[in-house]
């Protein structure tokens, strides 16, 4: 029924009705047909957009969707686009909260989330979820231009410009400008721990035994970590190793396995009782994301260190802690656990 232009992430992604119309006459078999009147009867958004199309083909009218249509007003167009995935009415991710209200009646304010539920079906056992890049970055962008077009209405109702109102995001210019004075509170408050010798008498020791007594190195960040791994060469876990082969058919499965290793490595390395190499006393982590979709990490973090860190700074060969730690973890303990009934129970806050 539909179209989606997708090849080369340039630009937005684009749609259009396909010419042909699609009937159960022109269903090629009988298990075919009786999928089609199993969605019909069960999608209302692929109901809707199929009617859609049949009146486009009957009046000779142009197939084309635009941009406003597509990322705003058509809702839970994504059943039509890909059918096979979406079965049932329940299954939309772009149209969870219309569905909602018109099952249960509810009115009220609700703040869903199309990543989280897109996420849901990427680590269930249908892989096809995961498979489907194109889907996967339809759905990102509808979800940014849904937020955008919310925050500008919002910001007419108020009389104030839509950037005031999206600053929070890190498309914004003004994002930065918020993270760093995020950021100052907690610098001010490791300042007052490191006088503080009664509540805090590890980091006041500590301060005191630094060259010169040199405060700022404890109450600013002292470490940074960035991580931008290539797919290709990252430790997989034994069923996302055939992806290695062809990154673009699991790139999301890819990132998510990349951000939850990457996040059960740095809580194992922040933990209360310190490591070997440092002990973390407050911690920052923002993740921003490649053109391809590869999570790109940044850390920052206040810590007393029990080395000199710049031992562990760039691709030093003797000393690999992240990189045997990955190893660990992906060829044991994520082995393990996918072989369970709660594959990602590693991966829970």
Same mark, same amino acid.
């Given at each position: 029924?539909?179209?989606?232009?997708?090849?080369?992430?340039?630009?937005?992604?684009?749609? =259009?009705?396909?010419?042909?119309?699609?009937?159960?006459? !022109?269903?090629?078999?009988?298990?075919?047909?009786?999928?089609?009147? /199993?969605?019909?009867?069960?999608?209302?958004?692929?109901?809707? %957009? *199929?009617?859609?199309?049949?009146?486009?083909?009957?009046?000779?009218?142009?197939?084309?969707?635009?941009?406003?249509?597509?990322?705003?007003?058509?809702?839970?167009?994504?059943?039509?686009?890909?059918?096979?995935?979406?079965?049932?009415?329940?299954?939309?991710?772009?149209?969870?909260?219309?569905?909602?209200?018109?099952?249960?009646?509810?009115?009220?304010?609700?703040?869903?989330?199309?990543? =989280?539920? *897109?996420?849901?079906?990427?680590?269930?056992?249908?892989?096809?979820?995961?498979?489907?890049? @194109?889907?996967?970055?339809?759905?990102?962008?509808?979800?940014?231009?849904?937020?955008?077009?919310?925050?500008?209405?919002?910001?007419?109702?108020?009389?104030?410009?839509?950037?005031?109102?999206?600053?929070?995001?890190?498309?914004?210019?003004? %994002? *930065?400008?918020?993270?760093?004075?995020?950021?100052? #509170?907690? +610098?001010?408050?490791?300042?007052?721990?490191?006088? #503080?010798?009664?509540?805090?008498? #590890?980091?006041?020791? %500590?301060?005191?035994?630094?060259?010169?007594?040199?405060? *700022?190195?404890?109450?600013?960040? !002292?470490?940074?970590?960035?991580?931008?791994?290539?797919? &290709?060469?990252?430790?997989?876990?034994?069923?996302?190793?055939? /992806?290695?082969?062809?990154?673009?058919?699991?790139?999301?499965?890819?990132?998510?396995?990349?951000?939850?290793?990457?996040? $059960?490595? &740095?809580?194992?390395?922040?933990?209360?009782?310190?490591?070997? &190499?440092?002990?973390?006393?407050? &911690?920052?982590?923002?993740?921003? /994301?490649?053109?391809?979709?590869?999570?790109?990490?940044?850390?920052?973090?206040?810590?007393?260190?029990?080395?000199?860190?710049?031992?562990?700074?760039?691709?030093?060969?003797?000393?690999? +802690?992240? $990189? %045997?730690?990955?190893?660990?973890?992906? @060829?044991? =303990?994520?082995?393990?656990?996918?072989?369970?009934?709660?594959?990602?129970?590693?991966?829970?806050?």
């Amino acid at each position: 029924m539909f179209s989606l232009k997708l090849r080369v992430k340039v630009g937005l992604s684009t749609a =259009h009705f396909k010419r042909t119309a699609v009937t159960e006459s !022109n269903m090629p078999t009988p298990r075919a047909k009786a999928a089609f009147r /199993y969605l019909l009867a069960n999608n209302k958004y692929y109901k809707k %957009y *199929w009617e859609m199309q049949k009146e486009l083909l009957e009046n000779d009218r142009i197939l084309t969707i635009s941009s406003f249509d597509l990322f705003i007003n058509y809702t839970g167009i994504e059943c039509a686009m890909y059918p096979v995935l979406y079965p049932e009415t329940a299954f939309t991710d772009t149209g969870i909260l219309q569905t909602y209200r018109d099952e249960s009646g509810d009115r009220t304010v609700r703040t869903v989330s199309i990543g =989280h539920s *897109w996420t849901i079906k990427v680590c269930s056992g249908v892989r096809a979820y995961g498979e489907s890049h @194109h889907l996967a970055f339809f759905l990102y962008e509808k979800q940014l231009a849904m937020k955008y077009f919310a925050a500008h209405t919002r910001a007419q109702h108020f009389g104030i410009t839509a950037d005031i109102l999206t600053r929070d995001s890190q498309g914004s210019a003004g %994002y *930065w400008e918020i993270v760093q004075d995020s950021l100052a #509170d907690p +610098v001010r408050i490791q300042l007052g721990r490191c006088y #503080d010798k009664d509540a805090h008498p #590890d980091l006041y020791h %500590y301060v005191r035994g630094l060259r010169g007594g040199a405060v *700022w190195q404890v109450a600013f960040p !002292n470490l940074f970590i960035t991580l931008a791994p290539a797919e &290709w060469k990252f430790p997989l876990p034994y069923f996302l190793e055939p /992806y290695k082969k062809n990154i673009c058919a699991g790139s999301y499965l890819i990132t998510l396995h990349i951000f939850y290793l990457t996040c $059960t490595v &740095w809580n194992f390395l922040a933990a209360r009782t310190g490591n070997r &190499w440092f002990t973390v006393l407050e &911690w920052v982590k923002k993740t921003e /994301y490649q053109g391809r979709g590869t999570e790109h990490t940044h850390i920052a973090a206040w810590v007393m260190a029990h080395v000199i860190l710049l031992c562990l700074a760039g691709n030093i060969k003797k000393v690999r +802690v992240v $990189t %045997y730690l990955l190893r660990y973890l992906a @060829h044991q =303990h994520l082995t393990d656990t996918c072989l369970s009934s709660r594959p990602l129970v590693l991966f829970s806050d």
